[in-house]
């Protein structure tokens, strides 16, 4: 569990032996993102995990051009 309410109620939780980013929540992160922290740390921590299996793949599967994930847009590494 990661999140939780007040009130006690689950707002989050992840998947800790996945083999790759699990996270659920139970609500809008991107509903104003840049006013909200946790949201910001998210799409961050999502984003990390896109570039780094981005970076994992073989060369030939690898787009030259940027990728848009969440509200945030990620460039290519340039040293790709």
């Given at each position: 569990?990661?999140?939780?309410?007040?009130?006690?109620?689950?707002?989050?939780?992840r998947?800790?032996?996945?083999?790759?980013?699990?996270?659920?929540?139970?609500?809008?992160?991107?509903?104003?993102?840049?006013?909200?922290?946790?949201?910001?740390?998210?799409?961050?921590?999502?984003?990390?995990?896109?570039?780094?299996?981005?970076?994992?793949?073989?060369?030939?599967?690898?787009?030259?051009?940027?990728?848009?994930?969440?509200?945030?847009?990620?460039?290519?590494?340039?040293?790709?």
């Amino acid at each position: 569990m990661e999140a939780t309410a007040p009130d006690g109620i689950v707002e989050a939780v992840r998947i800790e032996a996945a083999e790759s980013f699990a996270l659920a929540v139970q609500w809008h992160p991107e509903y104003r993102t840049p006013d909200n922290p946790d949201s910001v740390k998210l799409y961050s921590a999502f984003n990390a995990a896109v570039l780094a299996r981005w970076r994992r793949k073989p060369q030939t599967q690898q787009s030259s051009r940027g990728m848009r994930c969440g509200v945030l847009e990620l460039q290519a590494p340039k040293d790709a």
